[in-house]
């Protein structure tokens, strides 16, 4: 069992950045595939970016392309999720996830962490 914990969320202008981060627990962290998905009020958990355990593959949402990097630093255990050119849709609570295969399923990742609010708004 892998335990997340995200962090730098907030509140942030049109146009603005912020980076997330997600911290991992467990020696298992460098053999998992991780994930970012996101959460609007009123409507279901949907995927943002996801990256293979090397680091080698990744894969974006068609709305967050060209503006969101995944990466990851498997010496630090830590994924993250750079966010530019940030939206008023990207008003979200953003999740972490790990899990075993690449895929853009909530349903696949084992692991969640307990999300960090991200709020875009003039």
């Known amino acids: 069992q892998v335990q997340l914990v995200e962090s730098g969320g907030g509140l942030v202008q049109p146009g603005g950045s912020l980076r997330l981060s997600c911290a991992a627990s467990g020696r298992t962290f460098s053999s998992r595939t991780m994930g970012w998905f996101r959460q609007a009020p009123g409507k279901e958990r949907e995927f943002v970016a996801v990256?293979?355990?090397?680091?080698?593959?990744?894969y974006y949402a068609d709305s967050v392309k060209g503006r969101f990097t995944i990466s990851r630093d498997n010496a630090k255990n830590t994924v993250y999720l750079q966010m530019n050119s940030l939206k008023p849709e990207d008003t979200a609570v953003y999740y972490c996830?790990?899990?075993?295969?690449?895929?853009?399923?909530?349903?696949?990742?084992?692991?969640w962490g307990q999300g960090t609010q991200v709020t875009v708004s003039s």
């Open positions: 996830a790990a899990g075993v295969v690449v895929t853009t399923t909530p349903g696949a990742f084992g692991s």
């Open positions: 990256i293979s355990w090397s680091g080698g593959s990744t």
